[in-house]
């Protein structure tokens, strides 16, 4: 069972709608979880941090943790094309780990 | 002002030769980190130093080096490089060992032929 999962995609959604991207882990003891952004040829970039059960909202990306589930999930609201990236999921393990899921890649169509 | 930053950029090798990847960070953070990311984009630990000692090696081949002079640089040595070791290279690094943000550098491509 691999620690952090994601649905590769490609996920496709039109311009102006909400994204979905969702991450299920394997550890409930972990307590920090972490999405990012990769373009292509380009390296991981920080979109958001969340480390409480509950919702957290930056802009148009809301994070949602629910421990008890063990699922993450990134909302991604009036999408553009920029937006059309490969999402990271990625919890720290302990003990200066911090896994990676393989990434989901999203497409926003014009 | 980069605040993680590699060189070199790209590299592109023989099959048998030895290669280093330099990284440095200016936001002063104690742990710094190796991960290889391969042509599924999968991110995989490779090695973590917390000031300047090694905390994690991830069953890497000893053709793997990685030294840290100071806490603000990590550089990673590869000995007879070969074909499945092309992949993206990327140093990150973060503070402290409790779950903080943790920041890439832009990565270094690694193509062994």
């Known amino acids: 069972q691999k620690e952090v999962e994601q649905n590769s995609g490609p996920l496709s959604v039109p311009e102006g709608a909400i994204a979905s991207l969702n991450c299920t882990y394997s550890?409930?003891?972990?307590?920090?979880f972490f999405w990012y952004r990769q373009y292509s040829g380009k390296s991981p970039e920080l979109i958001m941090s969340i480390y409480s059960n509950g919702d957290k909202e930056d802009g148009r990306f809301t994070a949602q943790l629910n421990k008890a589930s063990q699922y993450v999930s990134l909302l991604i609201r009036d999408s553009q094309p920029s937006d059309s990236a490969t999402y990271l999921c990625a919890r720290y393990s302990g003990t200066y780990k911090y896994i990676f899921g393989t990434g989901t890649r999203l497409k926003v169509l014009a | 002002d980069t605040a993680v930053s590699q060189t070199p950029k790209y590299l592109v090798t023989q099959m048998g030769n030895d290669k280093s990847i330099k990284c440095e960070q200016n936001?002063?953070?104690?742990?710094m980190y190796w991960y290889k990311q391969d042509s599924k984009k999968f991110l995989k630990i490779m090695f973590s130093y917390n000031n300047k000692e090694l905390i994690i090696n991830e069953t890497v081949p000893n053709r793997f080096s990685p030294k840290s002079p100071d806490k603000a640089h990590l550089n990673l040595h590869i000995n007879s490089l070969e074909l499945g070791d092309s992949a993206v290279y990327f140093c990150a690094s973060s503070q402290g060992g409790s779950g903080n943000t943790i920041y890439f550098g832009e990565g270094s491509w690694l193509t062994v032929v």
């Open positions: 936001l002063g953070h104690d742990t």
């Open positions: 550890d409930r003891g972990s307590q920090s």
